[in-house]
């Protein structure tokens, strides 16, 4: 049973460029989430897709945003990058009918951005 | 903003010891969760303790939960070295699952 599983594992990119992150969920579950946990802290939640459509929304600016697919896998998309925007990103997946609770993680992304 | 903070902010202790870390959160929750993080990598699921629920017990791990005073307690037994690592908790406010989570309390067990 495949695990949640998140593409690329390290990313380096530059301030004003856009990058692309990949999650596919555990086998089936239908809910996504993404964090961004920066270095010593805890992670802090960006937003949650069920049903290919943004469900919740954290506290990040319209530069995130992110799309579910019918196969339940999901992609972030991050914008004019800054210099802020270094962290790791994670993806968590739940099954909706369980009431989203039990999330699992994926490895995470390791963005870094010069 | 977070809203859980984890107490003490590190740990360092030696195999067999028990490890007793805190959790203080704002507002009424659905429930609360522990998670683990070793080196910087994914999270791992421990516990979840929902907000009509006192106490969770799972094989070396004991949650209490007062929502009374807003706070949760993680109690690791009889530590061992493979223990070291993050631990964060987080709350759930609603059935959708999104998670608040604190800063983490890191944990060192020394052989």
């Known amino acids: 049973d495949a695990g949640v599983t998140q593409s690329p594992t390290h990313l380096i990119k530059t301030r004003g460029q856009q990058v692309t992150l990949r999650c596919s969920p555990k086998?089936?579950?239908?809910?996504v989430s993404w964090y961004q946990q920066a270095l010593g802290q805890g992670p802090q939640f960006i937003f949650q897709?069920?049903?290919?459509?943004?469900?919740q929304r954290g506290n990040f600016p319209d530069r995130f945003s992110g799309h579910q697919f019918p196969n339940y896998s999901s992609e972030l998309n991050v914008n004019a990058l800054l210099l802020g925007d270094s962290a790791l990103y994670l993806c968590?997946?739940?099954?909706?009918?369980?009431?989203?609770?039990?999330?699992?993680f994926g490895p995470g992304t390791r963005l870094t951005v010069l | 903003s977070q809203q859980g903070e984890e107490d003490p902010q590190a740990l360092s202790i030696q195999e067999g010891e028990n490890a007793t870390m805190n959790c203080s959160y704002k507002?009424?929750?659905?429930?609360l969760q522990w998670y683990r993080q070793n080196s910087g990598r994914g999270l791992v699921h421990l516990i979840l303790?929902?907000?009509?629920?006192r106490e969770k017990h799972s094989g070396r791990l004991r949650v209490t939960l007062d929502t009374s005073k807003k706070s949760s307690s993680l109690l690791i037994t009889a530590s061992r070295a493979a223990d070291t690592a993050s631990y964060f908790c987080?709350?759930?406010?609603?059935?959708?699952?999104?998670?608040?989570f604190g800063a983490g309390t890191q944990v060192v067990v020394t052989p």
């Open positions: 968590a997946s739940s099954l909706f009918l369980a009431g989203g609770n039990e999330q699992f």
């Open positions: 086998s089936g579950h239908d809910t």
């Open positions: 897709y069920y049903e290919e459509e943004e469900r």
């Open positions: 507002t009424s929750i659905n429930n």
């Open positions: 303790i929902r907000s009509n629920e």
């Open positions: 987080a709350t759930a406010t609603d059935s959708w699952g999104k998670l608040q």
